[in-house]
Structure formats: C-alpha cells, structure tokens
C-alpha cells in the first residue's frame, strides 16, 4: 500500500481527535497551502478550471479571465454559458466511468480575443467511478496552429515549385515556336495585302486580265478574316506567356535588394506604367502622396511588381466611372501605400482565402497575384492591411519599416 505523503491525507484520520489548537494549526497549514496553490495557480500561463458535478465554475485562475473574459462572479454558473463549444454531456460520462484517461478538445473563441485554444479535461476524484467534478486546462494554441498553417503553406508552395517548374519549361519552349510562326503568319498576310492594293484595276474588256486573287472581294474578307484569328490567338499566347511568368515569380522568390528609396517615386513609375490602361478603362485616378516622405529601404523592382499587381485587380475589380485611389503616408511603424477601388468589394467568406495560391474569383484570373503581393512585403518585413465593404470596394494598405531588420547572431561560446 502507498505510504500517505500528503498533508491533508495524513491529518484526516485524526481530525476528530485534535484539540483546539490542533484544529487551528492545521487550518493555517490549509490557509498556507491554499495561498501557496493559488499562487502558483495564477503564475501559470494556462488556464485552470474547476467545475463540479453539475458543470457550475468553483474555480478559476488568471489565465481564464485573460483567455475566456471571465468577470468576477461567474462562479456557481453553468460553464457551458462561457465555453458554449464544450461537450459537457461527453465529459460526464467520461467522468462517471472512472479509469485513467484525459479528453482533448480544440475550439476558437472570438471574446476577449480571437484566439485558438486546447481544452483538457481530467476527473478530480482520479480514477475513480463517480463524479467530483472536473479540472478543465485551457491551453491557447494559437501560436502553435498559426505556425502549423505556415508550415503546411510552405510545403504546398515547395510542391507547386516543383510543378511549376516543369510546366513552365514544358510549355515554354512550344510557346514560343508558335509566337514565331504566327509573327511569320502575320508578315505574309501585310504582303498579300499591300499586294491587293497595289494591284491596278484592269481594263474592262481586257483579254490580258491578270487572273489575280487578291483584286476578289471574297480574298479581301478572307484575308481580314485571318488577321482577326491572328489577333485573337497572338492574345491568347500572350495570355498563356503570362501565366508562365506569374508561375515563375510566385515560385522562385528573390530576397530583395535593399535601398535607401523614395516610396513616392516607386508610386509614380508605376502610374506612368499603368496610365494608358487606366484611362482605356474610363477610370478616375486619384492620388494623395505624403510630402517629405523619409526614404526607406526597399527593392524598387520588387515594390513596383507589388504595386502592377494590387492597381489591375483594383482596375478589373471596377466598371467605367469607377475611382482608383493611390496613397502613401508615413506611421510610427514605417511608410506606407495604399490602393483602393470603387468595385463590388470582397464577402466575408472569401478574404480568408484571397491570398491562397490559385483561389480567385475573376475569369481569367491566374490566383497567383496576392500570393506574389504576400511573398514579396514578408521578404521586406512589412505587413498587409485590408479593408473591403461589399458594394463599395476595397483598399490594400502596404506597410514598410524604415530601418532594415537585422539577423541578430547568436555569440559564440567563450573558452578558458
């Protein structure tokens, strides 16, 4: 038999033949020990939980009221009013069979704070059949799962890599045979027709009458026909060429080459670059640069494929008389630039997933343009922000950080 090396284990067989002074000695060792627990109780991270039998609160340590926003007089209340996900009804039983075991359950909670926590539930009379109640361990695992979904991410990105490559390089080379010989296609088409216009009208009556094809009017409309089939497939391996090339930036990720630049003038490039869309769409452009902007480090190169990206979703994401809105400005935390459309805005259910490799919601949309955008402010140390209301559109604001982040190396160990 195990030896009772427990305070409250050893006194309660002779609590009944304890005098007055022994009764209050061995409450203040009670008192001690209660404060010593609650103590330690509330230095723990974790959340603890005591609920009886009937599933009320009797207990709770610091770390509940930072998880779940307990106040100060929860206690005696059912805890199903606080954790609304808890299968209470799965804990009484697994609490009245008894035996050695622990139940684990996974939920989010979105007051005080979203955040992900790991409930473990063990009886307090042990192994035991019965019921005493049960200790409920709240352990927040948010940390944990966001690095398990960038771990889980990082592993799908190296397997597209591996894709992407090979289709890139498989599809490449056809590419462009026929980029080639639909140039040839095209010249051969201008001849035929600056033929047919050069050609003189011949003599009515003529028996000389050269018996040219390019003077019918049957050729004439083939030939313009042809020059639209052109246009449309020349479009399409353009397209085609494209997504290639989004492929291949999405899955070779370059570190950026920093500098000392100015944000704005990176900004106004890519106005310039994107002008001529811009206005063929019959959009509005407004911009709101920050005067006296300090410079910051970042690769121009890079910044400028970040903004082409996030200004033709803005501009495929409106209609004519729509208004695209450029602005920079500068925070504590760094500079930024922000790009916001007049379109339909993004739903609830969908921004969760806009910056997935291949999710889109466009046509011809590759689903790889905010993967790029991602990569490329992370490699840069910065952060995204988004706002979006269904019905009257969406602003991406890019921050940057005005001093570079260091690698901080660890010290090499010093030697007698």
């Known amino acids: 038999m195990a030896s009772k090396s427990n305070f409250l284990d050893k006194v309660l067989p002779r609590i009944g033949r304890l005098d007055e002074a022994g009764l209050q000695s061995v409450v203040q060792r009670l008192a001690r020990e209660r404060t010593f627990l609650e103590t330690l109780f509330n230095a723990i991270e974790d959340g603890i939980l005591v609920v009886d039998e009937a599933g009320r609160v009797l207990y709770y340590n610091q770390a509940v009221t930072r998880l779940l926003g307990l106040q100060p007089d929860v206690e005696g209340q ?42 473990y539930a063990a009886p307090l009379d042990g192994e035991g059949p019965g019921s005493a109640g049960v200790a409920l361990i709240l352990h927040d695992a948010t940390e944990a799962r966001q690095k398990t979904i960038e771990a889980i991410e990082t592993e799908r990105i190296q397997a597209l890599t591996l894709l992407a490559a090979s289709v890139a390089h498989e599809i490449g080379n056809p590419l ?62 353009n397209r085609l060429d494209y997504i290639i090339t989004q492929f291949l930036q999405a899955i070779r990720p370059t570190m950026p080459q920093l500098k000392l630049a100015s944000l704005n003038d990176v900004l106004q490039k890519t106005i310039e670059l994107l002008q001529p869309e811009i206005d063929n769409r019959g959009l509005s ?28 979703n ?55 343009g905010l993967m790029i955008v991602q990569r490329i402010v992370r490699a840069h140390g910065g952060r995204i922000e988004l706002e979006s209301q269904v019905g009257r559109g969406t602003t991406f604001r890019i921050w940057l950080p005005l001093h570079e982040r260091k690698p901080r190396l660890l010290e090499a160990p010093m030697h007698d």
């Open 314 to 368: 803005a501009l495929q994401a409106m209609t004519t008389g729509g208004t695209l809105t450029l602005q920079t400005g500068e925070g504590a935390e760094g500079v930024w630039v922000s790009v916001g459309d007049t379109g339909g805005g993004i739903p609830q259910e969908q921004i969760n997933r806009i910056f997935e490799p291949f999710y889109t919601t466009k046509k011809k949309g590759t689903g790889l």
């Open 285 to 312: 452009l407004h911009t709101r640069l920050a005067h006296q902007l300090p410079a910051t480090p970042l690769d121009p190169t890079q910044i400028q494929q970040l903004l082409v990206n996030l200004i033709k």
């Open 78 to 119: 059912p805890i199903t009013n606080f954790i609304p996900e808890l299968e209470w009804e799965k804990i009484c039983r697994f609490d009245h069979t008894g035996g050695q075991g622990v139940l684990r359950h996974e939920f989010e909670v979105y007051y005080p704070r979203p955040r992900f926590l790991r409930l």
């Open 176 to 237: 462009n045979a026929l980029h080639i010989h639909l140039q040839l296609m095209e010249r051969e088409l201008k001849k035929l027709r600056a033929s047919a216009a050069s050609q003189p009208p011949a003599k009515r009556g003529s028996a000389l009458r050269a018996p040219a094809v390019a003077d019918d009017p049957e050729t004439r409309e083939l030939i313009s026909k042809l020059e639209q089939y052109l246009a449309v497939a020349r479009g399409e391996i």
